[in-house]
């Protein structure tokens, strides 16, 4: 038992570049999904039959390809294009793809959840488009945001572990070159069991906390 | 890259893979299912033990439960492949496969029942109580029908995931639809195509998952009933 | 006639936290008789109901049906069966049809068999008027077809008593009727029922008498004629007055 608490500790700093890794992926997927979501949201609310279209089928095969294959596709699919990849980018371009169709509809149902009568209220009131948003729209909507948001945060963080089909150095991958060396196996799954816990639920805590600091009540989601 | 869209050489690999694909997507069917089925029991046992438990019962299901929400799948499978063999359990890929997806399952299931249990009423517990009836038949026969029927759209939507989450597979090494894809793409090196191939498949499995399963629901509604989030 | 009542409650106390909700009630109830119990909202009306059938446990008192002390009883559930109970919001199974929620109680609790079990829920629903609604779903009914579904489970279980509480205010002025109707069936058929209501003019017209309870004690209690012509205390007569402005001796 010493003995494996002691190679967690030597184990430490690599495992915590690993983690930087995985860090670095979760945010950048994440930039990824919240732009081109919010994009693909708007064009699914207000734009014409054929953008809601392309972006439901957009959505369609982006949520229906297992992540993994996605990864792969864009992983041998990249140098066709002519673009130098490095495995990185590429989980970044595939695991952010997948998020941008998620968030999409995490960014509907939040358009959604604002009833019209809010913004004719608003206009009524004599405010323009641009302070109904900031004033009423944003408001409500960030709270009927943060429950699916913190869902999908976590759903990121888990799935960086697949960049280790092709090849990124992130948290499992190096938690696999430490056991190649010191093999004890358990010792070093569990600490990046722990770590990953501690990311995904320590994350999530947080954010129920701000979710509970926001809420109105009487406002359901 | 998009040449190969339009190119035969993928009717071409198709065809004359057909048979080992259909091999893969065999066993993914099988994976899935079995999962589904033994994660979804073991799902709801834990969220009875979790919500009307004994505290120590209670606080290992919720243990359980948060665990394995909280940390990658592909982290379990390989704990469950490579962390086992030296305190003398060698697991073949097959079953880490059956055992990690039934486990991993278990946990969300047993989170969406939870939540279903907790949205049945107070009045249905004191309805129930009115009429003589005790804890346990109180949750058999008035709480779980609820809370099952509550979650159904959860629970259909945890089989889609892991429809496509069976793919994890490849990374052990058991035979699934993607593992065959890429023994496949391995002799002939056509790695874009042959997982191109396996993608579309893996499209046209899910929509129709998806679309049976709707028409399954509809046929099972409980008018004025209603139902949980879908996820 | 019986000298032994069916109901017997003694010093009957009951805090909620620093509330004293119930502060020594005592009155008995015997066979057949129909009782109501009235009193600005709040006073523990509905607490005396759901401490005869202990779904609250009362702090301090004894409650006697015919032979049984029910407080310290260790089978509780044998007694609820003998006790029917119709909530204010009816507490039907959602997820059960008309008929099998009138079942339900015979076959998991009393263990009846499904054949014999289905003739006495028909029995009843036939009773309260409800025949046709056999295979609909609770969500598919009107409030006041709800309560009497809820009323005939109740009745299903051949309970010795019955209590009501406040089973007409959650519905719409509409439909309060029908379900006074049935009550009044009901007292009229004999059975032993005690009753929480606003419903003047069915307490006035049903009830053998009525217990008015305030702040936790009873203010004055006794047939319904005598309580609305000559009550003795003033709280009671502007109580009374109060409600016959609200309510009115409409229905019943």
Known sequence: MLASLELIQKSLPALMEGTFVTIRLTLLILAMGLVLGLVFAFGQTYGNRLVRLLVGIYDRVFRSIPELVLLLLVYYGMPALGIRFRPFDAAVVALGLRAAAYMAQIFRGTFMSVGSDQLTAAYSLGMGEFKAFIHVIFPQAIRAFIPPFANEYAIILKDTSLAYAVGVVELLRQGQYIIAVEYNPLAIFLAIAGIYFILTFGVTRLLKRLEKKLKIPGMGV | ?231 | MPDKPLLEIKNLKKSFGDNLVLDGISFSLNGGETKVIIGPSGTGKSTILKSINRLVEPDDGEIWLEDTEIISCRHINAIRQQIGYVFQDFGLFHHLTVLKNVMIGLTRVKKIPKEEAMKKARYQLDRVGLSGTEHQYPAQLSGGQKQRVAIARALAMEPKLMLFDEPTSALDPELIGEVLTVMKELADSKMTMLVVTHEMGFARSVSDEIIFIEKGSIVEQGPPEKMFRHPVHDRTKEFLFKLEDLYGEGSG
């Open chain 2, 1 to 231: 890259m998009f040449s190969s869209l339009t190119d035969f050489m993928i009717v071409d690999i198709f065809v004359s893979h057909f048979g080992q694909l259909m091999e893969g997507l065999k066993f993914t069917f099988q994976l899935t299912i079995v999962s589904m089925i033994c994660g979804t029991t073991l799902g709801v046992l834990l969220a009875l033990g979790r919500t009307f438990g004994k505290k120590p019962v209670s606080w290992l299901c919720t243990a359980y439960i948060e665990l394995i929400r909280g940390t990658p799948m592909l982290a379990q499978l390989f704990i469950l492949y490579f962390a086992l063999p030296p305190y003398g359990i060698k697991l073949s890929a097959v079953t880490v496969a059956y055992l990690g997806f039934t486990l991993n399952v278990a946990a969300y299931q047993a989170e969406y029942t939870r939540g279903s249990i907790e949205a049945v009423g107070e009045d249905q517990f004191k309805a129930a109580a009115s009429l003589g009836m005790g804890h346990w038949q109180t949750v058999f026969y008035v709480v779980l029908p609820q809370a099952v029927r509550w979650s159904i759209p959860a629970w259909t939507n945890e089989f889609i995931y892991l429809l496509k989450f069976t793919s994890l597979a490849y990374m052990i090494g058991a035979p699934d639809l993607l593992t065959q894809g890429k023994l496949i793409a391995s002799r002939n090196y056509q790695f874009f195509r042959v997982y191109l191939i396996v993608g579309i498949i893996y499209l046209v499995i899910v929509l129709a998952a998806t679309w049976i399963i709707g028409k399954i629901e509809k046929k099972i509604e409980i008018p004025g009933f209603g139902h949980q989030k879908r996820p």
